[in-house]
């Protein structure tokens, strides 16, 4: 490592020769998740696939993908170690192998390095980042503090969740935020506004269109197709906030109106809501992908989203392009995405009558549902991934550009310091950097202790 770091001479040497000689360098994009299914992975997917495509230059790096997408350049590294994540065992985080990592990035010459996932490797790159001198910009897709609270039950470790967020985010030169209500709440959490960003996410208008209707695609499943049909799709899991979709649902019957619920997607709630809501009103799909999926949208009539935890909420802008009025929550992102009585409705979180009305509402007038469908059309053409690759590859910007600039250059000046350092060196300076600092660290408050005698309780248990 250090006869590449001592050839590229200089900070400004060694960045000019990470140019790549395109516009916007060479990035690399750091993410736990690539070919499961969430926002986050097809977010990745759809931008590194356009990448390519477009003759950019963007490598997704992961760790532990069996089967990575051929259509994307991809560095995967074999993990160290894996362990379960809590609450979603069917899923693990991959400990990565650092030096290996820092090894690759030094001989890449990456210009940026992008992180999606605050996991093992978000905190390699982060690590990379600070060591070898390259910019490092964070892109904020989930509110892991409200999971947390979700899964635990517990404002303790939602709190120490968010002091996690703070330092792993603040350690970088930009942070992208989906929605303006997530770049609020970040600035009120801590986070520097002046070096967040937008960065909203896109559809394929091509592949999800009205034009796929199919009334056989819901007969198949036991469905009239003439039938009015309300659509979720997504993780079926406590944040989705599904029972209070239920409950709404539940008042729309009651009602004597008739109408099918539709439930597109798999996830650690799927048995136990589907046994607690068994009516033939209501059908579970489990997970649906492709030509499915899109048919899905299409055979539908409005598209119902009560998650009070997305930080945008990509299905919401895929029902749009499928002619879906949409009635979200109105908490958290899918409300930007709508355009409250004209491509759908925002109605209360916390209220199912408030949702159930607006259900209602759609199901009694035709005319109005017609008019929202194509306007959510109309909404949804507007946010093309291309928009977003170019936004990607800006070069930081704005009030926090200057500050971003000189903590670059003493990280690059930093780095060719420790040129000479052996990858073992390099490793512990890693973990020193990255390490909050002991001795400026304030008393604790009466949550962090209770938090200190639950993990001490927690290893005696395991001893």
């Given amino acids: ?77 074999r993990p160290v170690a894996r362990f379960p994540i809590p609450g979603y065992e069917s899923q693990t985080l991959a400990l990565p192998p650092l030096l290996e990592v820092l090894e690759h990035c030094e001989r890449e010459r990456y210009s940026e390095i992008l992180i999606s996932t605050p996991g093992p490797l978000g905190l390699a790159g982060l690590a990379a980042g600070h060591l070898l001198g390259i910019p490092v910009t964070g892109i904020y897709h989930t509110d892991f503090p409200v999971y947390v609270r979700h899964l635990s039950g517990s404002a303790t470790l939602e709190e120490l969740t968010w002091t996690y967020m703070r330092w792993f985010f603040g350690g970088m030169e930009r942070v992208f935020v989906a929605s303006r209500c997530y770049l609020d709440l970040l600035a009120e959490h801590g986070l520097d506004r002046a070096r967040m960003a937008l960065l909203p996410r896109g559809v394929d208008a091509a592949f999800f269109h009205p034009g796929k209707r199919d009334g056989r695609f819901y007969r198949r499943f036991g469905i009239d197709p003439a039938a009015f049909k309300f659509l979720y799709v997504g993780r079926v899991s406590p944040e989705k906030n599904l029972d209070a979709l239920m409950t709404s649902f539940q008042g729309f019957l009651d009602g004597g109106r008739q109408a099918q619920l539709v439930v597109v997607g798999d996830g650690p709630s799927l048995k136990d809501l589907a046994r607690r809501h068994r009516r033939p009103e209501i059908l579970f799909t489990g997970f649906l992908h492709g030509e499915d999926l899109a048919r899905a949208y299409a055979g539908a009539d409005v598209f119902v989203f009560p998650s009070t935890t997305d930080t945008f909420g990509n299905v919401v802008l895929e029902a749009q392009a499928a002619g ?98 052996s990858p073992a060196d390099m490793a512990a300076t890693a973990a020193g950097r990255l390490a909050p600092p002991a001795a400026t660290a304030p008393p604790l408050d009466a949550a962090q202790l209770e938090m200190q005698s639950t993990i001490a309780a927690w290893h005696d248990r395991q001893s």
């Fill in 1 to 77: 490592m250090g006869a590449d770091m001592g050839a590229a001479g200089d900070p400004e040497a060694h960045r000019a020769s990470r140019s790549g000689g395109r516009s916007g360098g060479k990035k690399a994009w750091f993410t736990d998740t690539l070919t499961d299914v969430n926002g986050v992975a097809k977010t990745v997917r759809t931008l590194a696939g356009l990448a390519r495509r477009r003759g950019r230059c963007l490598v997704a790096i992961t760790c532990g993908e069996s089967n990575p997408p051929p259509d994307l350049e991809v560095r995967d590294f």
């Fill in 324 to 421: 879906l009025p949409a009635i979200v929550s109105d908490r958290g992102g899918p409300q930007e995405i709508v355009l409250h009585g004209r491509s759908g409705l925002v109605a209360g979180a916390e209220d199912p009558a408030a949702f159930g009305a607006a259900m209602v509402r759609l199901f009694d007038d035709p005319a109005l549902l017609a008019a929202m469908s194509a306007r959510a059309v109309d909404n949804a053409r507007r946010h093309s991934w291309e928009r977003l690759l170019e936004r990607l590859f800006q070069a930081p910007g704005g009030a926090g550009s200057a500050e971003a600039h000189s903590r670059h250059a003493a990280r690059a000046g930093s780095a060719r310091k420790s040129a000479s350092a």
